[in-house]
């Protein structure tokens, strides 16, 4: 090619736009992998399963060696959602905070039942479970906004609670569901002879209709940071309070059975008060390793010596020997250990629901085997007596 026709090509390409040149290499895709080196995710851990919502036990008969822990029936599925609406199904209302008995506002018409215990065995905790409310929601209320949401303080320090608090469950009865109620028991023997009395009268008279189908009272917790004037105020309302119709005693399942407890179950029997066992915080336990077993042996055996010759205040009939386990926990997020069951309990003390169980605990064929049969005494079956002949005496010396 002449120089001339080069230069004036290479002066032409200078103004043309370049060409984008292509790759020699080619995208080859990557071959699927070998199912065989396929290494599958680790299985994921399974929920725990859900807490019961009622969970009790039983103690085999006294005279029988081979004590033990049974497992009772639970309430029907009916029944606990009836105890279940009237705790829940509106909102709880703090009603008083008295520190003396004579603080308290009459009551002649609604029923109550009082929490007792140790301080910092949880007895607000289980109060605020009770009600459905998520322990860690109570836990961030405090001072009067707690009040108005019908809550119970509750604290990590003992000795939170340090008057009597009553929190009133379940909407208002009709007159006709009161009215047996208003035949409170009385302690006082004789007329109105007393100025005193006949004011009391008076303003039984003026009092309100009750507002509620039940109230629960919180009282002082004993031990830890407890004063003394609290333990006098609380035996005058066991010994003087109308509508009373019994106390729950919380006992901490990890703890165990202290003195304070058995001072309380002492004064239980003196005021003739019906007695209900709860075991909480159960979840530190482990009810599936047997350690609440040895928690409600301990329990009856307590209960058994403190009753001693007392005729009023005996198994059954004074204090309840089904013992109810709870775990309250967070019920929003657990449903709560056994929350429902101390519901159920708390309403049949208080006469609002009836029992329509078998009392009959659960008994392994194991245990049946071990238990020996008892036998009324005009059961027995005895043994006939063979006539034998009377033995010839000797000659010599007497027989004897």
């Given at each position: 090619m002449p120089p001339t026709l080069r230069c004036l090509l290479i002066r032409e390409s200078a103004f043309l736009p370049r060409r984008q040149h292509l790759s020699t290499t080619f995208y080859h895709p990557e071959p699927p992998p070998d199912v065989t080196e396929f290494t599958p995710l680790p299985p994921s851990k399974k929920p725990p399963?859900?807490?019961?919502?009622?969970?009790?036990?039983?103690?085999?008969?006294?005279?029988?060696?081979?004590?033990?822990?049974?497992?009772?029936?639970?309430?029907?599925?009916?029944?606990?959602?009836?105890?279940?609406?009237?705790?829940?199904?509106?909102?709880?209302?703090?009603?008083?905070?008295?520190?003396?008995?004579?603080?308290?506002?009459?009551?002649?018409?609604?029923?109550e039942v009082c929490l007792l215990g140790r301080s910092?065995?949880?007895?607000?905790?289980?109060?605020?479970?009770?009600?459905?409310?998520?322990?860690?929601?109570?836990?961030?209320?405090?001072?009067?906004?707690?009040?108005?949401?019908?809550?119970?303080?509750?604290?990590?320090?003992?000795?939170?609670?340090?008057?009597?608090?009553?929190?009133?469950?379940?909407?208002?009865?009709?007159?006709?569901?009161?009215?047996?109620?208003?035949?409170?028991?009385?302690?006082?023997?004789?007329?109105?002879n007393s100025r005193s009395e006949k004011r009391a009268e008076r303003k039984r008279l003026r009092e309100a209709p009750p507002a509620h189908r039940l109230v629960v009272v919180d009282m002082p917790g004993y031990g830890l940071n407890s004063q003394e004037a609290w333990g006098v105020e609380i035996q005058k309302f066991l010994a003087r309070r109308e509508m009373l119709k019994g106390?729950?005693?919380?006992?901490?399942?990890?703890?165990?059975?202290?003195d304070g407890d058995r001072m309380a179950m002492s004064m239980l029997r003196n005021a003739r008060v019906k007695t209900s066992i709860v075991l909480t915080k159960a979840d530190k336990v482990g009810y599936e390793q047997g350690g609440l077993d040895k928690a409600c042996l301990k329990v009856w055996e307590e209960l058994r010596k403190i009753q001693g010759a007392s005729l009023e205040w005996q198994e059954g009939t004074g204090w309840q020997p089904e013992i109810w386990v709870t775990g309250a926990?967070?019920?929003?997020?657990?449903?709560?250990?056994?929350?429902?069951?101390?519901?159920?309990?708390?309403?049949k003390m208080a006469g609002l629901v009836e029992e329509e169980r078998m009392i009959a605990p659960v008994v392994s064929e194991e245990k049946k085997a071990a238990v020996p049969k008892i036998v009324p005494f005009d059961q027995i079956q005895w043994a006939s007596v063979v006539s034998q002949p009377p033995k010839q005496a000797s000659l010599g010396r007497p027989t004897f």
């Open positions: 399963p859900p807490p019961l919502p009622a969970l009790s036990f039983l103690p085999t008969p006294s005279n029988n060696p081979n004590q033990a822990a049974l497992p009772a029936p639970p309430p029907t599925p009916s029944s606990l959602a009836t105890t279940t609406t009237l705790f829940t199904g509106l909102p709880p209302a703090f009603l008083f905070a008295a520190p003396r008995f004579l603080n308290l506002p009459l009551n002649t018409r609604t029923p910092n065995v949880g007895k607000s905790t289980l109060l605020n479970a009770l009600a459905g409310t998520a322990t860690a929601a109570a836990g961030k209320t405090h001072g009067l906004g707690a009040r108005r949401a019908g809550l119970a303080l509750t604290s990590s320090k003992a000795g939170c609670t340090k008057t009597m608090n009553g929190y009133g469950f379940g909407p208002a009865p009709r007159p006709g569901e009161y009215a047996p109620l208003e035949k409170a028991p009385s302690f006082k023997c004789g007329g109105m106390a729950v005693i919380l006992i901490d399942a990890v703890a165990g059975v202290k926990g967070d019920p929003k997020k657990s449903g709560g250990l056994g929350v429902e069951g101390a519901r159920w309990a708390i309403c």
